[in-house]
């Protein structure tokens, strides 16, 4: 009795003893994106000593686990199609905490791979290179090709494209296509709306920002001294322009000349529904028209707009313009 008992708790001690050998350190770890915290699923995660690798991958949390690991060393690397490889060095140890990986964007493969690059940032690179696209709805079956879309693509100078149906996270085609529609009525005017097709991603909303809204304005406020209309008739040109970029104004939205007198001293003119705008005001003189004033704003635009009277916008615009 005495000797199987003692047999037995040899026997458990040595078990006890193996099971403790073998059970190793366990390192666990979250991955989420940079942009906004999210967890990311799926990443490759491994890790690598001298002498093992290690590879798993995370869950739908953005977690990861491995176990049965030794004390020593690793390489520890997660990577994921689209985002910048993480790697570190860390020490694997008793009780050593749960880490946390964030994921950033890798932004050199915005302007390599077109399924990367539709966004409003390739969409300026794209006009800047001449090698515009505007972007289809995707999906399994896509978008069929039309037997006219070869005409609009010549006419334009531009390319249609027919994604399939993956998408990543940082592109925004809609955003895209927007930046391309801007373009277009910049230098086509509004005849390419009339030539494209509907489906394109974006176009009847953009079509909807765009219908006009009204501007009233009174001559009390155009007056020289502020206060009434002066006796001659007034002739003031106004411009307006998109304020999205506030570096660099391009072609005005509207172009127009108002007439003022005694009899006319309110008029109202279309505005587009754009978010962002900027309006000038400017009598016209004999010395130069329309044409030739528009572009003394447009290159003098940040310098009018920090002068504080009268004076000082006349450096620029000429007392007889103002």
Request: include cysteine.
């Amino acid at each position: 009795m005495i000797m199987r008992n003692l047999f037995y708790f040899v026997i458990s001690s040595v078990l006890f003893s193996f099971s403790g050998m073998t059970q190793g350190l366990n390192f666990a770890g979250v991955v989420h994106a940079a942009e906004n915290k999210e967890p990311v699923p799926f990443v490759k995660v491994s890790l690598q000593s001298k002498k093992d690798t290690f590879l798993t991958q995370t869950n739908f949390n953005g977690e990861f686990e491995f176990n049965n690991l030794q004390e020593s060393k690793y390489h520890l690397s997660v990577e994921l199609s689209g985002y910048a490889k993480f790697d570190s060095t860390i020490r694997i140890k008793k009780n050593t905490p749960t880490i946390s990986v964030s994921l950033k964007f890798d932004t050199s493969l915005i302007f390599t791979f077109d399924n990367l690059g539709y966004n409003k940032l390739n969409a300026k690179a794209d006009i800047r290179s001449n090698t515009i696209k505007l972007v289809f709805p995707g999906g399994i079956a896509g978008t069929p090709r039309s037997p006219f879309d070869k005409d609009f693509e010549d006419k334009y100078n531009l390319t249609l494209v027919y994604p399939g149906c993956i998408s990543f996270q940082f592109e925004n085609r809609k955003e895209y296509n927007y930046e391309v529609f801007n373009y277009l009525d910049s230098v086509f005017g509004l005849e390419w709306r009339e030539d494209i097709r509907n489906e394109i991603i974006g176009f009847e909303e953009y079509i909807e920002s765009k219908k006009p809204g009204s501007l009233t304005i009174t001559a009390i406020d155009l007056s020289e001294d502020m206060s009434r209309l002066s006796t001659k008739n007034d002739e003031i040109f106004v411009f307006i322009y998109d304020y999205s970029d506030t570096n660099k104004l391009a072609a005005p939205l509207v172009s127009s000349k108002l007439f003022f007198d005694k009899d006319n001293s309110i008029q109202s003119i279309s505005v587009p529904n754009n978010s962002n705008k900027i309006l000038f005001f400017i009598e016209e003189d004999s010395f130069r028209n329309i044409e030739q004033i528009e572009p003394i704003i447009r290159i003098y635009f940040k310098e009018i707009m920090k002068c504080k009277d009268y004076n000082q916008i006349k450096k620029y615009l000429g007392e007889d313009d103002l």
